[in-house]
Every structure is written in structure tokens, then in C-alpha cells.
């Protein structure tokens, strides 16, 4: 029997490109969000975290440059020989705010020795057409590519999320950047305790419809100091155990596009403010166990395709 790699990682998809290892080295470039700072709503989207889904860089103190130094000062230990990074801006919306900004952070990011490219997490409903401007120019300096949140395909469960964007936004802000061959990413809840595993699914399929560079996946998270958390305590339910979880990732991964990098299985939140599940605070051992069961059951990205 013919051994397929799983799915198309990341890291293969960095080392094609850039030749051996790249590390993302994340960043809080003191953005904040519309969704935080009254402009939509003040809540936030029921899952983020104070810290605006940056759990795990330390905070934002000083400048690009000092908390990437910190970064590889950290990571040193664990690759000792990786000569190339991306600056991953990942907290809040990081198009949030003016041009002339932007270009300050951004630019700082680029010249960092070894920095072969910049990774922003943002809202869809925070790209203006000066910004893709400005980012089409970017891409043609460095690898960029942007990461959008949809979470879902489902506009039930974009308002459960309270995310303050429709669907139709996300669409008219993948056209624009794909116009400019600017790369995108979407990032995927997996996991809300409405959605069954045929929305899940039914998600996945409108994704692999775009021209998309990657996808990022995350259980959904329950942390104390976001809306959820509050949520969660008072009314507890239920969710995916790490068995359906690898099996929801399995049928996702089988009707995935070949070309769509994988950037993220599972997610780790912050295990301090976790309440649930406690079961992905051992990411280590969540994707050992998804690799496992991938084996185990010749599961591999596009298996099934067009199945949806
Ligand atoms: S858009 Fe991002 S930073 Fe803003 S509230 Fe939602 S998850 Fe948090």
C-alpha cells in the first residue's frame, strides 16, 4: 500500500519556498480591534481572550524588534540552527489602524535580519482598498500572506460568535487580496456545540472554493477571561471529546484541496485560563494522536475530494 503524507504542512510548504526551516516569531504590535473597542460591539468575539488571541506572547512591551530578539532568544533552545523567521502579527487586527502605522510596524518587522516574511491575522472588515494597496506593494518586497478569522461558514453560529462581520465581508476581502495575489488564510473553529459534523464539513467545502493559500484549525476554546468563559460557567456544555475531534479532523483533511497548506491541526490555549477541554492542553499528544489515527485508517488531505 502506497503511504500518503497526511496533509500538506506548513513546514513543507515554508521549506519549498524558502529552502530549509522558517520559524514564525509572534508578535503584539499594540493594535486593537473594532470589535473590542466599541466601533462594533465592546464584548469581542466570544472566545478571545483579554490578551485578543495573542495567549502567548508575553505582552506587549517594547518595540518589533525586542520581541522578536525575545522570541528567538526562546525558541533558540529548540532550533538551534534556523537562519530564517516571519513575522507573525498576530494579536487584535493587526490592519487596524493608519497607513502610515502600519508601514512603521511592518517595516520595523522587515528589517530584522533573516526575515523572509510577514503573516497578519486581521478582520475582513478591516482591509480598505489603501491597505490592500499597500499590501499588494508589500508582497512584492517579502512572502505575505494575510489570515483572516472566519470560523464558519454558518451565519447562526457567526452570531453566536458574536464575530461582527458577515460572510459576504469575508468573500469581498478573499476577492480583493486574491486579486492582488496577495496569499490568504482562513482560520476555523471546530467544535461549536451547535454545528454538526456535516456543518463542519459544509464549512470546509465553501472554504476549498477560494483560491486559498492555507487553512488554520483550532478546537474551540473555553478560557476564563473571554465571553465564553462566562458563558461556559453558568451554563456548562457539551463538547467534542479528543476522539471526535480526530475523527472530525480525519473527514476534514480527506475532502481538503491538495494545495491548501495546513497551518494549524489543533490549537493550544492558554492553560492558565482553560476551563475546557482539558483534554488540548497536551497538544504534543493531541497531534501524536492525530497522526496515529491518520495512520491507522490511511487518512490523507483530498482522499475524498469533491465528495461535498
Ligand atoms: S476579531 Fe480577533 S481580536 Fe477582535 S475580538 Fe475577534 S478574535 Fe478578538
Redesign the pocket.
Known amino acids: 500500500m502506497i503511504q500518503h503524507k497526511p496533509f500538506y504542512s506548513l513546514n513543507e510548504f515554508l521549506r519549498e519556498r524558502h529552502g530549509g526551516k522558517v520559524i514564525k516569531l509572534s508578535i503584539d504590535a499594540g493594535f486593537t480591534?473594532p470589535?473590542?473597542d466599541g466601533s462594533i460591539s465592546s464584548g469581542?468575539?466570544i472566545?478571545?481572550s483579554e490578551k485578543?488571541?495573542g495567549d502567548f506572547i508575553p505582552s506587549h512591551v517594547g518595540s518589533i524588534t525586542s520581541q522578536m530578539d525575545a522570541s528567538i532568544a526562546m525558541l533558540s533552545k529548540k532550533w538551534s540552527k534556523s537562519e530564517k523567521y516571519i513575522a507573525y502579527f498576530q494579536?487584535?487586527?493587526n490592519t487596524y489602524a493608519s497607513i502610515s502605522l502600519l508601514k512603521k510596524r511592518y517595516e520595523e518587522a522587515l528589517s530584522f535580519p533573516n526575515i523572509v516574511g510577514i503573516a497578519i491575522a486581521t478582520?475582513p472588515d478591516c482591509l480598505d482598498d489603501k491597505t490592500i494597496s499597500y499590501l499588494e506593494e508589500l508582497s512584492h518586497r517579502t512572502h505575505l500572506w494575510v489570515e483572516l478569522?472566519l470560523q464558519s461558514a454558518h451565519a447562526a453560529t457567526a452570531k453566536w460568535m458574536n464575530?461582527g462581520y458577515s460572510l459576504d465581508c469575508f468573500e469581498q476581502a478573499v476577492h480583493k487580496l486574491t486579486l492582488k495575489h496577495i496569499e490568504v488564510v482562513a482560520h476555523l473553529i471546530i467544535g461549536s456545540p451547535y454545528e454538526t459534523l456535516d456543518d463542519i464539513l459544509a464549512t470546509i467545502s465553501y472554504v476549498s472554493k477560494f483560491s486559498l493559500q492555507g487553512i488554520k484549525l483550532h478546537m474551540l476554546h473555553i478560557l476564563d477571561n473571554s465571553p465564553l468563559g462566562q458563558i461556559y460557567l453558568k451554563t456548562p456544555f457539551k463538547l467534542l471529546s479528543k476522539e471526535d475531534y480526530i475523527f472530525t479532523i480525519g473527514e476534514i483533511l480527506k475532502i481538503l484541496p491538495p494545495h491548501i497548506v495546513i497551518h494549524r491541526l489543533t490549537g493550544d490555549g492558554d492553560a492558565s485560563h482553560l476551563l475546557a477541554p482539558l483534554w488540548t492542553k497536551n497538544k504534543k499528544q493531541v497531534l501524536n494522536d492525530l497522526n496515529h489515527y491518520f495512520k491507522v485508517n490511511d487518512i490523507y488531505q483530498s482522499k475524498s475530494l469533491n465528495k461535498y
Open positions: 480591534c470589535n473590542r469581542g468575539c472566545f478571545c485578543g488571541s494579536s487584535y487586527s478582520r478569522g464575530l
